[in-house]
């Protein structure tokens, strides 16, 4: 059986599919190069059966080759996030047991000591080249493991996110026929490609649609707007702190150059935003700028997207929409029995969207879907007037910041291995710029009193996560405060802040 991916892109072979690196690239070419990277993995053997595969790849052609290449032969796709330190990296490794590692030769340096501990088998990227050998690649049937996204739970440590092919076809399908996609579509990715709305909402959905993606190396107001400039792309898609970049750029040219990128940015068919709550502010500043009104829509790692704003109709600010076709959605309460019309309830979910497990976590699966097989998101919602709201989450320790999830408990481990911190709570805390801005509520051990320094911590703690976790505000205090049962109470913790 023929992966669908490869379905859809045998019927536009002779498209441009990828710009990258300064070249365009044809569905043909990453159907061929992709097929002789799969036999490069299987190094002779005829299936990896579900084997985890790590990639550390550059966006780009690289990327999309290498993510197709393990599907085809068999793997499960890891994706490594290209800005992380090698402790973060090491843990997905260690906790998929990966035993294949594809990387860009700039990335070997920082998972060289990882690599020499360990018998992984490493391929570069660069390296590898087509040669139109005659493949012989096993069948994979849609019911296979095919993707590893890692998300914080209100754990202190990441859980693997496991979806089958079916489940990434209905996520990519859904959308693809909701947003209009088609083979005219021309989209730029900035956003990561280690979770879901880049993986799936950007690559997903041009290359099942047979549309065009243009990657660039790093994140670059000026430049994506001089990328607008030339009338290509039609299809954007950021997060709400990307969109707040923009803003704050087009506000510092003159009005002429402002008004000929509004005149631009009026013909694109469609722009969206996600992965966070976007303030209202903003969307009214984006619409004056650009003259478009942004498509909100909500969704999460374990189920894709779940609900959006429609492509033709009202798109209402502050509210992600309706429910998409194929999607079932209940709001519940405390015992998951569904509330009444007006009642806010927490958000479940049932689809073939839905992942299939949490890597290695039985307990943690189950604990999140209902008896019935509806899976519990955590965040609390409202319908009025037929659209839904988000109102937040159930639990104070997921913070929403510049688009990712993130656990404030993962942040509270590892600042207390810190020297000077005897005790710590991080929050979230509103934030125009970022959604949630993170903040840490600090308790010095005594013989450190006066001698905190904010700037030798955030230093220290990027290398030990990723810089988009590290807290943005210190606050030094005496305690932390507590209920009756010892329990750090999140809520006055964030009062401190106001």
């Not at 693997?160 to 859904?174: L, S």
Request: hydrophobic share 40%.
């Amino acid at each position: 059986m023929m992966l669908p991916f490869l379905v859809q892109a045998n019927n536009y072979k002779n498209s441009t599919a990828i710009y990258s690196d300064g070249r365009a690239f044809t569905y043909q070419e990453l159907i061929n190069q992709s097929e002789q990277l799969a036999n490069i993995i299987l190094n002779g053997g005829k299936d990896l059966n579900e084997a985890r595969v790590a990639f550390m790849v550059n966006p780009g052609f690289d990327y999309v080759q290498s993510l197709w290449a393990i599907w085809q032969a068999g793997g499960v796709a890891v994706p490594l996030c290209i800005t992380h330190p090698l402790p973060s990296l090491a843990y997905v490794l260690d906790d998929t047991t990966a035993d294949i590692l594809m990387l860009s030769a700039e990335y070997l340096p920082i998972l060289e000591p990882y690599i020499q501990e360990h018998a992984i088998r490493v391929i570069i990227v660069e390296s590898f080249n087509a040669t139109n050998t005659i493949t012989n690649l096993p069948e994979i049937n849609t019911s296979r493991k095919a993707l590893i996204l890692y998300t914080s739970g209100t754990t202190n440590k990441p859980k693997g996110v496991v979806t089958t092919h079916e489940n990434i076809e209905a996520q990519i399908t859904t959308l693809v026929s909701s947003w209009e996609w088609s083979s005219s579509d021309h989209v730029i990715c900035v956003l990561p490609l280690h979770h879901v709305h880049g993986i799936i909402n950007v690559i997903g959905c041009s290359m099942w649609a047979g549309a065009t993606c243009t990657f660039i190396s790093h994140f670059s107001a000026s430049s994506i707007f001089e990328l607008f400039a030339e009338g290509r792309i039609n299809v954007f898609m950021a997060v709400p702190t990307i969109y707040f970049k923009l803003i704050a750029f087009l506000e510092t040219l003159p009005q002429e150059k402002r008004d000929q990128l509004k005149a631009v940015m009026q013909q694109f068919r469609l722009m969206v935003c996600g992965s966070a709550a976007l303030p209202v502010s903003v969307m009214e500043k984006w619409e004056a700028l650009s003259g478009q009104i942004l498509l909100e829509r909500y969704g999460m790692t374990e189920l894709g997207m779940a609900i959006s704003n429609p492509y033709t109709g009202e798109r209402r600010p502050g509210y992600v929409g309706l429910p998409l076709p194929g999607v079932s959605i209940k709001l519940v309460n405390e015992t998951y029995e569904e509330v009444n019309l007006g009642e806010p309830g927490e958000i479940i979910v049932k689809g073939k969207n839905v992942f299939v497990e949490y890597w290695q976590k039985p307990e943690a699966t189950t604990e999140t879907f209902t008896k019935d097989g509806w899976f519990k998101t955590g965040d609390i919602a409202i319908v009025e007037n037929g659209y839904y709201r988000i109102m937040g989450r159930n639990s104070v320790d997921i913070i929403k910041s510049g688009g990712y999830k993130i656990s404030a408990l993962e942040i509270e481990e590892v600042l207390r291995e810190f020297d000077a911190i005897d005790d710590c709570a991080v929050v979230g805390i509103k934030d125009d710029e970022w959604g949630e801005l993170i903040v840490a509520a600090i308790v010095v051990i005594p013989e450190k009193q006066g001698l905190f320094d904010e700037k030798e911590v955030s230093d220290w703690i990027v290398q030990k996560m990723a810089s988009y976790k590290k807290p943005r505000k210190y606050l030094i205090v005496n305690d932390l405060p507590r209920n009756a049962m010892g329990k750090v109470v999140k809520n006055d913790v964030k009062k401190l802040f106001e």
